[in-house]
Nanobody, 122 residues
Framework: VQLVESGGGLVQPGGSLRLSCAASGFTFSSYVMSWYRQAPGKERELVAAITSGSEISAGEMTNYADSVKGRFSISRDNAKNTVYLQMNSLKPEDTAVYYC???????????WGQGTQVTVSS
């Protein structure tokens, strides 16, 4: 099982970044995919999540932390086994290591990526 994040870097306040997480080794389409972040000295927190769509007849559903609503957007491409996080209007407080997470809800099985650094600074 592998989750490989990419797209992090240094960006000025107000800028944008798009994170990607490429998954392999498990049935991607059956997993809830999420992005977490951890800033220095703080606990890891959920940023955004997207369901697989298979559990809910209404299709994919998303959830966001209040701090990023309206600025970040999570999406997934099940054909490419990839989840994305589009981050706009970035703020210095968005600086953190961003982690990709895959969860199979029925068994609470969790997989994590190695993380990618996002730094928002002028």
């Amino acid at each position: 099982v592998q989750l490989v994040e990419s797209g992090g870097g240094l960006v000025q306040p107000g800028g944008s970044l798009r994170l990607s997480c490429a998954a392999s080794g498990f049935t991607f389409s059956s997993y809830v995919m999420s992005w977490y972040r951890q800033a220095p000295g703080k606990e890891r927190e959920l940023v955004a999540a997207i369901t697989s769509g298979s559990e809910i007849s209404a299709g994919e559903m998303t959830n966001y932390a209040d701090s990023v609503k309206g600025r970040f957007s999570i999406s997934r491409d099940n054909a490419k086994n990839t989840v994305y996080l589009q981050m706009n209007s970035l703020k210095p407080e968005d600086t953190a290591v961003y982690y990709c997470n895959a969860r199979f809800v029925l068994t609470n099985t969790d997989y994590w990526g190695q993380g990618t650094q996002v730094t928002v600074s002028s």
